[in-house]
């Protein structure tokens, strides 16, 4: 279990604090979301015992920075956005030396890491000779190093494909359960069938967390789906529309409203990106109408 009581962060030369009074982040897939500078990377940097608070605790099972910090960070794993690896080591000798830094590889793990992370062609090549998705996924590999406890990845699926986006999203999932795992990210729908909770952002300040169920119930408005004739979407308002397929002579559309908008509407289930956008508006007072 990882907590965070009273935790106050100051970024260097500028004007933005991060602080989180009391939050305890349970094991499973957390997505970490919000907009461009709420501060989702600057927590994971704290997290990650990259940088260090300038008041508050932060505890990994117990165990605290001023006293186990060799020992926790032994326990972490962790992707920065724009990670830069040795560009002159070779995919097996960067795997080994991050396990170095950890107490060592453990019988058998250097080759699951390069079957899983599909590395195997790549095992002796420099780092400066590989494509920039091969590069993420070694960057993701030495994340799984000595079977942490606690994952914390910044944006992950950058740089990568869309069959190796899928193939990291289930590997995550298969490898979370006795883990707390935090994912930043703007692609919500690409976890939404993985995650078990939803850390919100804003400001520097935690506005939300709790499950995906939590997430996406007790809205104040819901998600419907019909079809309307070419150009009958412009009845409805701009803050109403999520999604616009065009058919042959009539549109697909998925809106919002508090109630049925029509004949030929019905309800839909609603995804994670539909309830971001929702509470989005819905703080900053924007109407849908």
């Not at 030369?13 to 919000?34: C, D, H, N, W």
């Not at 616009?244 to 030929?264: A, F, K, M, T």
Request: proline share 4%; aromatic share 10%; hydrophobic share 40%.
């Amino acid at each position: 279990m990882l907590e965070m009581h009273q935790v106050v962060y100051r970024r260097q030369a500028s004007s933005f604090e991060l602080s989180v009074q009391r939050l305890t982040l349970k094991p499973g897939i957390t997505l970490l979301v919000g907009p461009n500078g709420a501060g989702k990377s600057s927590l994971l940097q704290l997290l990650a015992t990259a940088c260090f608070p300038d008041s508050g605790i932060i505890r990994y099972d117990g165990l605290g920075v001023e006293r186990d910090l060799a020992a926790i960070r032994a326990r972490i794993g962790f992707v920065p956005s724009g990670v830069e690896l040795y560009e002159q080591m070779t995919v097996t000798k960067l795997l080994r030396y991050f396990a170095e830094l950890k107490g060592g590889l453990a019988a058998g793990e250097l080759e699951w890491l390069i079957e899983s992370f599909h590395l195997g062609e790549y095992r002796s090549r420099k780092i400066k000779t590989l494509a920039q998705g091969v590069r993420q996924r070694v960057a993701l590999a030495q994340a799984w190093i000595a079977s942490p406890s606690f994952i914390f990845l910044d944006e992950p699926l950058n740089a990568l494909d869309t069959l190796e986006r899928l193939h990291f999203t289930r590997f995550v999932a298969a490898h979370s359960r006795s883990r707390t795992v935090v994912v930043s990210t703007h692609e919500m729908n690409e976890w939404e069938a993985w995650a078990d909770h939803v850390l919100w952002f804003e400001d520097g300040i935690p506005y939300f967390y709790g499950t995906v169920e939590e997430w996406t119930a007790g809205l104040p408005v819901s998600v419907w789906t019909g079809s309307v004739v070419k150009g009958g979407h412009r009845r409805f308002a701009p803050g109403q529309l999520l999604h616009i397929l065009p058919e042959d002579d009539r549109d697909e559309l998925r809106v919002l409203d508090e109630q049925c908008p029509g004949s030929g509407f019905e309800p839909a289930l609603m995804t994670l990106e539909d309830a971001y956008f929702i509470r989005c508006r819905s703080r900053t007072g924007l109407a849908y109408r």
